[in-house]
Structures are given as C-alpha cells and as structure tokens.
C-alpha cells in the first residue's frame, strides 16, 4: 500500500526545469528521505506533493486521492513542515501548540494532552511561556515541528527540519519521528545531510539537477557510494596525462587545464597504487597529494556524470 505515488512529475520556471520527471513511491508506515545538495529540487517537489504549487505535468497520488484535481482533499490529511521559518513573534511556545491545534479542530481535552507531551518531546518545558520572538533560531524551528503533531495526519512532509537544531535536539526529533511512525505515520523527509537519511529512512532517494538518481535502501546506497574516495593529486609540472591514466579500471578521473587531477573511486588504494606506478614508469613528479571520503556533492556530480556517459560497462 503506497501514500505517496508519483508519474513522470515536473515543474518548470520559464525554460528551467526544477523537477524532471521523477516517479517516487512511498510505503506506507515508512519514512522516506529525500536526499540532495542546494538547488536540487527537494522543495519544489515537496510543494508538488504538498498541493502547494501544482506541475507542469505528470500524475500526484496521496493516500490515494488525486493530488492535481483534488488539492485540498489532500491538505486535510497531511501534515507539512516547510523549510521557511513560521511563526507568531508574539505567541508564548505553548499557545503556538494551543492554537495550531485548534485551527486543526483538536477537541479541547486532546489539545491539552497533546501539548503537554509535545513540550517535553522537543525539550520546550522550560521555555514555554516565552514568546517566539524570544527564542533562538532552533528552538523556534522545534515549535515549528512540534505544532504539526497537533493534528492526526496520515502523512506527514518535512522540509529539512534539522536545519538550525543542535545535535542533541536533532537526534531528539529523529527518535522521535521514527517513533510516531512506529505508530503507524509516514513520513516525507528531506535533508542534505547523508548520515541523517542513513539513520532515519528506510528508503533513500538522491536528486539532482530535478532528477532522481538513485532511490535504494540507506544499506544498499552505503554500498553503492560510502567507499568512495577522491584523490587529489598536483603534478610538478603541466603535462598531459589522460592517456597514461585513462585505461585504469574503476575510477573517474578529471584533469584540469593545468596540474591537478581529481580522481574518483571506490577502490581507491588499487588505484592509487596504478596511479603512482604508472606516473613514476613515466618519470612524471608528483608535488602534492591527498585521499579524502568523497563529498555527497561529488558523489552527485560523478553519478550524473556516469549516467550521462553512454553505457559504460560495469555500474549496477
Ligand atoms: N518560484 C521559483 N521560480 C524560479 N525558480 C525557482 C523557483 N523555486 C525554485 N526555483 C529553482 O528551482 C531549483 C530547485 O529549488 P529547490 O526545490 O528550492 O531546491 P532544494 O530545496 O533542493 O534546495 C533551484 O535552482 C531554484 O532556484
Ligand atoms: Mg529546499
């Protein structure tokens, strides 16, 4: 049983395209990331779902209803967190929860209880008569997704909700969340950060560029592109090393117009190893050189790079 399926969905600006043609299922009772650098298209996309804008073109199902043609049907089940700050400067913490469970038609007694047990799950006791103006950035955006569970909601779309928490406060909310979905939620959660998606999701999907890239479970993706590491090399002097270093197998490699080469792979020691052999076969000199965990941003580029590049043997 899916909440959330999408068909060849996208939206465009004038000729620029944010979202480009992704399909997307989500499970029920699960919690799916939504994994990408700035400017991928994770807000543009959970506005789509959200009903919030509506697509250039493609097919939006939520919890089994029409989301083009029936909009606020769907705004009535879901719960959305969005990336922008939200709130009323003049509201104490607890009235911000009163209210946004009384614009959700809370009945008074379940109000109550609800603001109470939210207080303590996002660590807001003892800030609670403060007003919002008063609070720091990340106690404002724990309110911000605090009031959300006001309401019962089948479905719930968070826009980067961890951005501005400090660490504590952000592995709060994640047991959080991944208790209320033990209970049977589900959960739209976008992030840029890998090792959140990895604690949290049970599916992955990386975006670029508008375009989903890989959707996986976190194990399978750390498969895919946990090992990899870029070596970054300068030579002594600008030379043109492509073909030397073109018929090593499992790598990507960039050159500059002058002395640095940008090496991707995920086994990276062999190809060090070649790199180094093959270099010093040719008297070529090396002035500097480093190893470092590929960065999610070069992971992107690289797997876009290689699906553009036409069917190059081995990648699964
Ligand atoms: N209303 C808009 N008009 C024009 N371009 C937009 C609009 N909203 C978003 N974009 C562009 O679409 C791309 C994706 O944006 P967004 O979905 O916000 O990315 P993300 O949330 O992944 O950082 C960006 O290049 C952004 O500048
Ligand atoms: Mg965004």
Known sequence: MY?????????????????????????RGTIFGFLGPNGAGKTTTMKLLTTLIAPSSGKINILGIDGVKSPLEVRKKIGVVLQQPSYEPTLSVEKSLEKYGMMWNVDSKTRKMRVEELLVAFDLVDIRKKKN??????????????????HDMDLLFLDEPTVGLDPSARRNLLDYIKARV??????????????????????????????????DTPEELKNKFGRQKTIKMHLEQKQDVSALLGEIPGCTIEYDSGTVITIHSDRSEQVLQDVLRILASSGISIEDLS???????????????????????SSK
């Open 3 to 27: 909440s959330i399926q999408v068909d060849s969905l996208s939206k465009s600006y004038g000729n620029f395209v944010a979202v480009d043609g992704i399909d997307l299922e989500v499970e």
């Open 133 to 150: 103006d008063d609070l720091s950035i990340g106690q404002r955006r724990r309110v911000q997704v605090a009031r959300e569970f006001m």
């Open 291 to 313: 190893v470092v965990p590929t960065s999610l941003e070069e992971i992107f580029l690289s797997v876009v790079k290689n699906s553009n590049e036409s069917n190059n043997s």
């Open 182 to 215: 033990r209970d049977g939620l589900t959960i739209f959660f976008t992030t840029h950060i890998l090792e959140e998606a990895e604690y949290l999701c049970d599916k992955i999907a990386i975006i670029n560029r508008g375009k989903i890239i890989a959707v």
